[in-house]
């Protein structure tokens, strides 16, 4: 059976007052330790990204190690990776279209 259609009547014929509605977004709180957690990360990541460049230039001989494989996996020749942001619009507009 098709989707039934949504009809709105006007209230003795006159259009209602629109008023603007502010949108927000709901706002995000976050704990002292997690702000403390992701500093931590941050600042770890920075100086391991600061390491490797300088190895690669020939600086340091000791430090963090990017790891690449020696012989790659002929399974994953055709490997493709996901855009995961891609992926969940995809998700999201087909939600709203099973929903209309």
Do not use: M
Request: proline share 8%; net charge negative.
């Amino acid at each position: 059976s098709p989707a039934q259609k949504l009809i709105f009547n006007r209230v003795n014929g006159k259009r209602p007052q629109v008023l603007p509605q502010q949108v927000s977004a709901p706002e995000e709180c976050y704990t002292l330790a997690h702000e403390e957690n992701v500093r931590f990360v941050y600042e770890a990541w920075q100086q391991v990204e600061q390491q490797l460049d300088g190895s690669q230039s020939g600086e340091s001989t000791c430090g963090p190690v990017q790891y690449v494989e020696k012989t790659p996996n002929p399974g994953l020749k055709n490997f493709v990776p996901i855009d995961l942001e891609e992926w969940w619009a995809q998700q999201f507009l087909a939600k709203i279209e099973n929903c209309s």
